[in-house]
């Protein structure tokens, strides 16, 4: 199974400023024939299911604020938040779907400093 | 639109069977590409996932738990359903259906979720 380390487990960050959470994957999750990495970002609120954010590493979902960006290929990735408003108070996944089985990160929880 | 909804029993005991059903519309599991999947995630932890099943019948299963889980599908009702066998209070856990398309494969869309607790 492909093992999806996330760092780190938890951070806070004041409001405007910029927030970085990074995936890095126990094997490479780019598929060489198309050319895309098979890694999805979700966010998760309390009470709430995930909520696709980002796939093939860097394409937002539709009706997801531009502050959100996926970024990296490979084995490293990072999902980058702008400038933190309150609403992104979430506790954040990646996603393999490169193999079976799909596996998912321990998550970080994102809060308010 | 896409929606979906689990639904199952909240309560069971120790070694009982589970079966969870999800319904769901806006899209057909007869199209071909579409695939419905279950995931799960204890309280307090992180995601896990369980089983998937395609328009072609196709099944896949995490080899973790292949042995207790059975994934079937329903084309005319728009369900597609879960047993698990031989439940241990370790599967207490929030129980989440999702869409996603065979040439995709992240999951854009996803039930509000069942909690499931193993209890005697």
């Keep these: 199974d492909i093992v999806m380390t996330q760092s780190p487990d938890s951070l806070a960050v004041s409001l405007g400023e910029r927030a970085t959470i990074n995936c890095k994957s126990s094997q ?3 598929y060489s024939s198309s050319d895309k990495n098979y890694l999805a970002w979700y ?3 309390p009470g709430h299911p995930p909520k696709l954010l980002i796939y093939w590493a860097s394409t937002r979902e539709s009706g997801v604020p531009d502050r959100f960006s996926g970024s990296g290929s490979g084995t490293d990735f990072t999902l980058t938040i702008s400038s933190l408003q309150a609403e992104d108070v979430a506790v954040y996944y990646c996603h393999q779907f490169y193999s079976s089985p799909n596996t998912f990160g321990q998550g970080t929880k994102l ?3 | 639109q896409i929606t979906l909804k689990e639904s199952g ?3 069971v005991k120790p070694t009982q069977t589970l079966t969870l059903t999800c319904s769901f519309s806006g899209f057909s ?3 071909s590409g579409v695939g419905v999947g ?3 995630q204890p309280p307090g932890e992180a995601l896990e996932w369980l089983a998937l099943i395609y328009w072609d019948d196709d099944k896949r299963y995490n080899p973790s738990l292949k042995s207790r889980l059975t994934i079937t599908k329903d084309t005319s009702k ?3 359903v879960l047993t698990v066998t031989y439940m241990d209070p370790s599967d207490t856990a929030t129980y989440y259906c999702a869409h996603r398309h065979y040439q995709d494969g992240y999951f854009d869309y996803w039930g ?3 909690l499931v607790t193993v209890s005697s």
């Design chain 2, 29 to 31: 599991l007869s199209t």
């Design chain 2, 9 to 11: 029993p909240t309560l």
């Design chain 1, 111 to 113: 809060d308010i400093k």
């Design chain 1, 43 to 45: 966010q998760q609120k």
């Design chain 1, 28 to 30: 490479s999750v780019l």
């Design chain 2, 112 to 114: 509000q979720g069942a």
């Design chain 2, 38 to 40: 279950w995931i799960r």
């Design chain 2, 78 to 80: 728009n369900q597609v």
